[in-house]
């Protein structure tokens, strides 16, 4: 089996790139995380979010996550990824460093500081997989993820719309009606979305979103871009975390945590 490795020291001297880095594990056993102790500390995560249903072993696997910092002092680092594809097991480890000065000082208490990230996995072989977070002294939160086989040559099942575009309140209350909006582009002037179109609600705390293109049987004379928007209501929701998750062109996705506070 073929082993891929990024070097995170490598990243150390680039902090102003250092929040969108992703640094995977050699497939294999488990090793120390290799962050300056001085620099970096692991912090919490609380939450992974991706469909129940999985994902396709031709997919370009993205999943959100969800943490807290100790205060909002901290800047988001590194994520490292210890990925076994033999065992089928993905461990998280997000990581953090601590600004200091200003209002910042060392010692000064503030309070805990959420946060939501995208990671990037890539593509998975086909199986059962287990992904594992927690605050990086004890990984005692987990969660299956099932990657399903594909006999197709082609990434996408259907022909989606390019999906450049989703907005939402990140934060709502249940007493407030969510509208969320999701733009793009068509690969070709003529096209348009294929009806109904409405999310579905999968599991019961994620809304999946299939924008999928199709030419109609009149042709038309246009050779501009063409682009497309769609509104669509999720009424009212009880208190919770939810994920909007997008489909778009080329195995690629556009996706949102929505947190529901209860009514004050």
């Not at 300056?36 to 993205?62: C, K, L, M, W």
Request: one cysteine or more.
């Amino acid at each position: 089996m073929k082993k891929s490795a990024i070097s995170c020291s490598a990243l150390f001297g680039f902090v102003a790139l250092v929040e969108a880095s992703v640094c995977f594990a050699q497939t294999g056993p488990a090793r120390p995380l290799t962050f300056p102790a001085t620099q970096f500390e692991e912090i919490r995560i609380h939450s992974v979010y991706f469909p129940v249903q999985g994902y396709d072993d031709n997919d370009n696997v993205q999943i959100m996550i969800g943490g807290v910092t100790p205060d909002p002092c901290y800047t988001l680092g590194p994520i490292q990824v210890d990925r076994d594809d033999v065992k089928k097991m993905i461990t998280l480890h997000q990581m953090a460093w601590r600004r200091n000065g200003g209002l910042c000082e060392p010692g000064d208490l503030f309070e805990e500081s959420e946060f939501n990230k995208e990671i990037m996995l890539g593509r998975l072989p086909a199986g059962d997989y287990k992904i594992s977070y927690g605050d990086g002294v004890t990984m005692k939160n987990s969660r299956p993820m099932h990657v399903d086989h594909v006999t197709v040559d082609h990434i996408d099942n259907f022909n989606y719309a390019r999906v450049r575009d989703l907005r939402l309140p990140r934060v709502a209350l249940e007493s407030q009606r969510i509208e969320i909006v999701v733009g793009g582009i068509f690969s070709a002037p003529c096209n348009e979305l294929k009806r109904p179109l409405q999310p579905q609600r999968v599991g019961g705390d994620t809304f999946v979103i299939l924008p999928v293109e199709i030419r109609p049987a009149v042709m038309c004379k246009s050779s501009s871009i063409k682009e497309f928007q769609e509104t669509f209501d999720l009424g009212f929701l009880p208190a919770g975390e939810y994920l909007i998750h997008v489909r778009s062109k080329n195995g690629g996705v556009v996706q949102e945590v929505l947190t529901v506070y209860p009514r004050p």
